[in-house]
């Protein structure tokens, strides 16, 4: 597998020990973020951090939708999709002795990272290098790209 790069735009946020107290993976199901998951994982365990996992449910994605009750239906599948996806990495970092906070949220993936960061004072964002939209991208997807450039958190690329 590839190498792993840590992005910062300034200082890294960690506690007075230098170490990392909240971490938050975004997952869209896909192998490069399960391996993000994993090096998160990781991370925590050495850290004693809390694993923060995030599926965001955008709509974007959707297949084409013609009526309202499509619209329904076709967020409550997608809502099911991002809870097994949480509920997979919930399992490993369980499995690691690591506590994780899971969440599921209607909102485009950059926007939802944005946040979660905000809100639950995250240390250091995890993510796959390339996700479900783009696994053929050379090195590295448009979300994470956009996340390394627009957070104000470390972002580690797995």
Same mark, same amino acid.
């Given at each position: 597998?590839? *190498?792993? $790069?840590?992005?910062?735009?300034?200082?890294? /946020?960690?506690?007075?020990?230098?170490?990392?107290?909240?971490?938050?993976?975004?997952?869209?199901?896909?192998?490069?973020?399960?391996?993000? &998951? =994993? =090096?998160?994982? *990781?991370?925590?365990?050495?850290?004693?951090?809390?694993? $923060?996992?995030?599926?965001?449910?955008?709509?974007?994605?959707?297949?084409?939708?013609?009526? /309202?009750?499509?619209? *329904?239906?076709?967020? #409550?599948?997608?809502?099911?999709?991002?809870?097994?996806?949480?509920?997979?990495?919930?399992?490993?970092?369980?499995?690691?002795?690591?506590? #994780?906070?899971? #969440?599921?949220?209607?909102?485009? /993936?950059?926007?939802?990272?944005?946040?979660?960061?905000?809100? $639950?004072?995250?240390?250091?964002?995890?993510?796959?290098?390339?996700?479900?939209?783009?696994?053929? *991208? /050379?090195?590295?997807?448009?979300?994470?790209?956009?996340?390394?450039?627009?957070?104000?958190?470390?972002?580690?690329? &797995?």
């Amino acid at each position: 597998m590839g *190498k792993n $790069h840590l992005f910062t735009r300034g200082m890294a /946020p960690m506690n007075a020990t230098g170490e990392f107290d909240d971490i938050l993976v975004p997952t869209d199901g896909s192998e490069a973020a399960y391996n993000g &998951a =994993q =090096q998160a994982i *990781k991370l925590a365990q050495r850290n004693g951090a809390t694993v $923060h996992v995030l599926y965001a449910i955008d709509m974007g994605d959707a297949d084409f939708v013609a009526v /309202p009750s499509d619209i *329904k239906e076709t967020r #409550t599948r997608i809502e099911k999709k991002g809870q097994t996806f949480v509920a997979e990495i919930e399992a490993l970092a369980d499995d690691a002795g690591v506590e #994780t906070v899971t #969440t599921v949220t209607p909102n485009t /993936p950059l926007q939802a990272i944005r946040e979660y960061v905000d809100e $639950h004072g995250i240390d250091l964002v995890v993510m796959g290098k390339r996700g479900r939209s783009d696994p053929d *991208k /050379p090195l590295i997807g448009s979300v994470t790209n956009r996340a390394i450039g627009e957070l104000d958190v470390p972002v580690f690329t &797995a």
